[in-house]
């Protein structure tokens, strides 16, 4: 658990970035699921759909990402930003989670 008692940069840094490459792991492994499987349970259209959000969410986390680096991991993110990504990758945990329960059944 991070140090209550670290500066403002010192704890962006220790929080901050981590989670950013969370939300890079997730949202490529779920960019991966939807553009190789085909999901049975999920219309060709809400496949692409959510696709599409994984991917402009992508775009967005790699823009905040490069201006995070580039002011030395000085600057956060609002909320308002990350809840969002925070919502898709819990949505595509659901979907990867039931193409697999379909799969092994």
Request: net charge negative; aromatic share 8%; with cysteine.
């Amino acid at each position: 658990m991070p140090d209550s008692n670290l500066p403002g940069t010192e704890l962006l840094k220790t929080v901050l970035d981590p989670l950013l490459e969370d939300f890079q792991h997730w949202f490529t492994r779920s960019r991966h699921l939807l553009e190789t499987e085909e999901l049975s349970f999920m219309s060709h259209q809400e496949q692409s759909d959510l696709l599409l959000r994984v991917k402009q969410a992508q775009d967005e986390l790699n823009t905040a990402k490069m201006l995070f680096n580039a002011t030395d991991k000085q600057v956060g993110i609002e909320m308002a930003t990350l809840m969002p990504w925070h919502e898709l990758v819990t949505e595509c945990w659901n979907v990867a989670m039931r193409f697999r329960q379909e799969r092994d059944v």
